[in-house]
Nanobody
Framework: QVHLVESGGGLVQSGGSLRLSCAAS????????MGWYRQAPGKERELVAN???????NYADSVKGRFTISRDIAKNAVYLQMNSLKPEDTAVYYC?????????????WGQGTQVTVSS
């Protein structure tokens, strides 16, 4: 089993910054990717950013140029630096870790951390 612990959410004014952290522990034996999803009220969960085992980063179009994802392999941790935050970034942010090989993929999720951006 894999356990993900998130931190760093909170309330910030529009234009401000926040940094989310996520640390993974447990049976990580076939890492594929790690990153962040978010879900706003009444909306589906969406990918914000992730980083693959080959250090390829993927970003939602809405956050490109404002958010930066990074990974500390030794700590099994991933970070999301969020700058120039907008009210539409308000959501619960979930850390995600993907394991598997070939076409097989298993997702693990954190408990979520609230990010609220006031206008």
């Amino acid at each position: 089993q894999v356990h993900l612990v998130e931190s760093g959410g909170g309330l910030v004014q529009s234009g401000g910054s926040l940094r989310l952290s996520c640390a993974a522990s447990g049976s990580i034996f076939s890492f594929k990717a790690m990153g962040w999803y978010r879900q706003a009220p009444g909306k589906e969960r969406e990918l914000v950013a992730n980083i693959t085992k080959n250090a390829i980063t993927n970003y939602a179009d809405s956050v490109k140029g404002r958010f930066t994802i990074s990974r500390d392999i030794a700590k099994n941790a991933v970070y999301l630096q969020m700058n120039s935050l907008k009210p539409e970034d308000t959501a619960v942010y979930y850390c995600n870790l993907q394991q598997g090989f070939g076409g097989l993929r298993v997702d693990y999720w954190g408990q979520g951390t609230q990010v609220t951006v006031s206008s």
